[in-house]
C-alpha cells in the first residue's frame, strides 16, 4: 500500500509518517519499481503503535527504540523496553505535577493576599515596594 493508505491505516499524517522516516524513528519501506513507498501489513502495525505511544507523550527517541526492539526482540524484550520506557514516563510526569502543585500553591497564596488588600493600600513610590510586589517575592520557588 502507498504512503496515503499507510496514514489512513495507522492514523498518523503522511507528513509525520516521512518526518518519522527521516528521524530514523521507523524504519523506510521498500520502494516499488515506480519509486513509491510500500508499506506492508507489519509497516501498519509499527505506524499504529508509534502514534499510539506518541499519544502518551513519550519522546521520539524512546520511541525509535521501542519500535527498533519490537522489530528485533521477542515479547519478553518488548515488554522489558516499554515496561522502563513508562516507569521514566510517569517519573518525567510525577515530578510536573509536584512543580504544578507548588505553582498552583504559590497562586493561591498570592491571590489571597491580594483579596486581603484594599483599595486603599498605601506605599511611598520609590522607597518601598507595593505590597503586590512584596508578596509575590516571599512566593517559594517552584521546584527548589
Given at each position: 500500500m502507498n504512503i496515503s493508505e499507510a496514514a489512513r491505516s495507522s492514523g498518523l499524517s503522511v507528513d509525520t509518517i516521512r518526518f518519522y522516516e527521516r528521524r530514523e524513528v521507523l524504519p523506510r519501506p521498500p520502494r516499488s519499481a515506480n519509486g513509491y513507498r510500500s508499506y506492508s501489513r507489519e509497516h501498519i502495525a509499527t505506524l499504529s503503535l508509534a502514534a499510539r505511544l506518541r499519544e502518551l507523550a513519550l519522546p521520539l527517541d524512546e520511541?525509535?527504540?521501542?519500535?527498533?526492539?519490537?522489530?528485533?526482540?521477542?515479547?519478553?524484550?518488548?515488554?522489558?523496553?516499554?515496561?522502563?520506557?513508562?516507569?521514566?514516563?510517569?517519573?518525567?510526569?510525577?515530578?510536573?505535577?509536584?512543580?504544578?502543585?507548588?505553582?498552583?500553591?504559590?497562586?493561591?497564596?498570592?491571590?489571597?493576599?491580594?483579596?486581603?488588600?484594599?483599595?486603599?493600600?498605601?506605599?511611598?513610590?520609590?522607597?518601598?515596594?507595593?505590597?503586590?510586589?512584596?508578596?509575590?517575592?516571599?512566593?517559594?520557588?517552584?521546584?527548589?
Amino acid at each position: 500500500m502507498n504512503i496515503s493508505e499507510a496514514a489512513r491505516s495507522s492514523g498518523l499524517s503522511v507528513d509525520t509518517i516521512r518526518f518519522y522516516e527521516r528521524r530514523e524513528v521507523l524504519p523506510r519501506p521498500p520502494r516499488s519499481a515506480n519509486g513509491y513507498r510500500s508499506y506492508s501489513r507489519e509497516h501498519i502495525a509499527t505506524l499504529s503503535l508509534a502514534a499510539r505511544l506518541r499519544e502518551l507523550a513519550l519522546p521520539l527517541d524512546e520511541i525509535a527504540s521501542i519500535l527498533r526492539v519490537a522489530h528485533d526482540a521477542t515479547c519478553g524484550e518488548l515488554r522489558d523496553a516499554l515496561s522502563g520506557t513508562v516507569a521514566g514516563a510517569l517519573g518525567r510526569i510525577d515530578d510536573r505535577i509536584a512543580g504544578l502543585r507548588q505553582t498552583r500553591a504559590s497562586l493561591s497564596t498570592l491571590r489571597r493576599g491580594l483579596d486581603r488588600m484594599t483599595p486603599d493600600s498605601e506605599r511611598v513610590a520609590g522607597l518601598a515596594p507595593c505590597e503586590c510586589v512584596r508578596m509575590v517575592g516571599e512566593l517559594p520557588r517552584a521546584g527548589g
